[in-house]
């Protein structure tokens, strides 16, 4: 069953760091590009940016406003991508989903997502 | 960067007919996916490329593009179809994927 797993949410202060995973099985991991997209309480998706395969490079991007505090890598040997932010705001709670990218740049499938609060 | 612009709610009758708009400058020049978010779950695609459907996804749910606005139509809806409804895009200037605002569908 092809399969993605956040973890890593949860309460953190604002100013701290916090990283957050996506395990993935059930798929060739390392032949697709994997987004992050978060989601405000009560607000809609947000794209917050992705990492390219190994075949395309590996190179992360991002959306404008998150570039600067967040950052994305993976690990294919073990079939995880990760999501570092840095400097966290309260705007940055939500919840974080991961996404699996296709070629025809939509995401066809997701994790159940991890909450993120950011309060002291 | 490419703004899509949504209906923030659309209500239908069970058995009716459902439209949703996504609004996009020449949207038709891009390709349109449309996801369905029902509450507290993670959101599932429902049509991608325009008018493609995945396994699994009742006949009932198409779609369309043209000029400046993509829609989401879904046929003889059910009380399982309320949910938030969202379009996105590829930005190739960018090279961002985009997300319009999400509307609320709600069965009468």
């Known amino acids: 069953e092809v399969q993605l797993v956040e973890s890593g949410g949860g309460l953190v202060q604002p100013g701290r760091s916090l990283r957050l995973s996506c395990a993935a099985s059930g798929f060739a991991f390392g032949d697709y590009r994997m987004s992050w997209v978060r989601q405000a309480p009560g607000k809609g998706l947000q794209w917050v940016g992705f990492i390219r395969s190994k075949m395309y490079g590996g190179a992360p991007d991002y959306a404008a406003s998150m570039r600067g505090r967040f950052s994305i890598s993976r690990e294919d040997s073990k079939n995880i991508a990760y999501l570092h932010m840095n400097s966290l705001e309260a705007e940055d709670t939500g919840v974080y989903y991961c996404?699996?990218?296709?070629?025809?740049?939509?995401?066809?499938?997701w994790g159940r997502g991890t909450p993120v609060t950011v309060s002291s | 960067s490419y703004v899509l612009t949504q209906p923030p709610s659309v209500s239908v009758a069970p058995g009716q007919t459902a439209s949703i708009t996504c609004g996009g400058d020449n949207i038709r020049s891009k390709s349109v996916h449309w996801y369905q978010q029902k509450a507290g779950q993670a959101p599932v695609v429902v049509v991608h490329d325009d008018s493609a459907r995945p396994s699994g996804i009742p006949e009932r749910f198409s779609g369309s593009n043209s000029g400046n606005t993509a829609t989401l139509t879904i046929s003889r809806v059910e009380a399982g179809d309320e949910a938030d409804y969202y379009c996105q895009v590829w930005d190739s200037s960018s090279e961002h994927a985009v997300f319009a605002g999400g509307t609320k569908l709600t069965v009468l």
């Open positions: 996404a699996r990218d296709t070629a025809d740049d939509y995401m066809d499938v």
